[in-house]
């Protein structure tokens, strides 16, 4: 794989022309930055400052956030100018995520590994009352609410052939979970990807990611990209996934007012 020709196209396709059925896209000159109404979060997918003015693009935005309070997300990738876009970030007050490897599949080369079907119960949801089970699986991963699941993913399990769903279970209880958001170019994201604590090393994960692989392949699908942390990522370097470029989510939130 060609790794700077898939990030030029992911940066294409994945960051200034995303479309987003709950977010309404807006583009300015050196900026892309997708829209949710309060109290969701927005989110800066693509920017391209140069390093003379950058000072004064961020404050604008924030400004824009602030006098909205509207909650946002500026996703700051390595390759992004300037270079020190994320202490630029924190410096205003937004935090910053560890960082995340954006890593891709090139599907048609997948190994053998993704494509044979293991034996777990891995199962694709057909309902959102079903994503109770995606719930009571991220919720002891990760602690916090996760009731934001049952509105956005199931308002996107309605959309034709946008979302797919799968649970991979043991002795009938949910013990792991990811999801797929399929768009209109040549990739789609995975999404999730997280096991109950007292069912890891059994292979669920890596049957769940075989799973949306070969359903990725069957649709036809070129590229298959993961915001990957430091525990899926040794898993999908395993499984051919390369890392593209890195990527630091730095967050805000308006301030409380009494």
Same mark, same amino acid.
């Given at each position: 794989?060609?790794?700077?020709?898939?990030?030029?196209?992911?940066?294409?396709?994945?960051?200034?022309?995303?479309?987003?059925?709950?977010?309404?896209?807006?583009?300015?000159?050196?900026?892309?930055?997708?829209?949710?109404?309060?109290?969701?979060?927005?989110?800066?997918?693509?920017?391209?400052?140069?390093?003379?003015?950058?000072?004064?693009?961020?404050?604008?935005?924030?400004?824009?956030?602030?006098?909205?309070?509207?909650?946002?997300?500026?996703?700051?990738?390595?390759?992004?100018?300037?270079?020190?876009?994320?202490?630029?970030? #924190?410096?205003?007050?937004?935090?910053?995520?560890?960082?995340?490897?954006?890593?891709?599949?090139?599907?048609?080369?997948?190994?053998?590994?993704?494509?044979?079907?293991?034996?777990?119960? #891995?199962?694709?949801?057909?309902?959102?009352?079903?994503?109770?089970? #995606?719930?009571?699986?991220?919720?002891? #991963?990760?602690?916090?609410?996760?009731?934001?699941?049952?509105?956005?993913?199931?308002?996107?399990?309605?959309?034709?052939?946008?979302?797919?769903?799968?649970?991979?279970?043991?002795?009938?209880?949910?013990?792991?979970?990811?999801?797929?958001?399929?768009?209109?170019?040549?990739?789609?994201?995975?999404?999730?990807?997280?096991? %109950?604590?007292?069912?890891?090393?059994?292979?669920?994960?890596?049957? %769940?990611?075989?799973?949306?692989?070969?359903?990725?392949?069957?649709?036809?699908?070129?590229?298959?990209?993961?915001?990957?942390?430091?525990?899926?990522?040794?898993?999908?370097?395993?499984?051919?996934?390369?890392?593209?470029?890195?990527?630091?989510?730095?967050?805000?939130?308006?301030?409380?007012?009494?």
């Amino acid at each position: 794989m060609d790794i700077q020709t898939v990030l030029a196209l992911y940066n294409h396709e994945q960051r200034r022309e995303a479309e987003y059925p709950d977010m309404t896209r807006v583009a300015m000159p050196r900026i892309v930055r997708y829209e949710r109404a309060a109290p969701g979060t927005s989110i800066i997918l693509y920017s391209d400052l140069d390093e003379a003015t950058a000072d004064a693009d961020i404050d604008e935005q924030l400004a824009y956030f602030s006098r909205n309070r509207m909650p946002f997300e500026w996703k700051a990738y390595a390759c992004d100018r300037p270079a020190d876009l994320v202490d630029r970030l #924190v410096a205003r007050g937004l935090a910053a995520d560890e960082p995340d490897a954006i890593m891709v599949l090139d599907v048609a080369a997948a190994p053998d590994t993704l494509l044979r079907r293991p034996a777990a119960d #891995v199962r694709r949801l057909t309902d959102a009352a079903q994503l109770a089970d #995606v719930v009571r699986v991220l919720e002891p #991963v990760w602690g916090g609410k996760f009731d934001w699941i049952h509105t956005r993913l199931g308002a996107h399990m309605a959309i034709p052939d946008y979302l797919s769903v799968y649970v991979a279970y043991e002795a009938g209880l949910p013990a792991c979970a990811g999801w797929t958001y399929y768009g209109n170019g040549q990739f789609a994201g995975l999404w999730g990807g997280s096991t %109950v604590a007292g069912y890891r090393g059994r292979g669920l994960y890596t049957a %769940v990611l075989a799973a949306r692989v070969r359903e990725a392949r069957e649709r036809g699908v070129a590229y298959l990209t993961v915001d990957a942390g430091s525990m899926s990522k040794p898993i999908l370097t395993r499984h051919g996934f390369e890392v593209i470029a890195w990527a630091t989510a730095c967050n805000w939130e308006p301030a409380e007012t009494a």
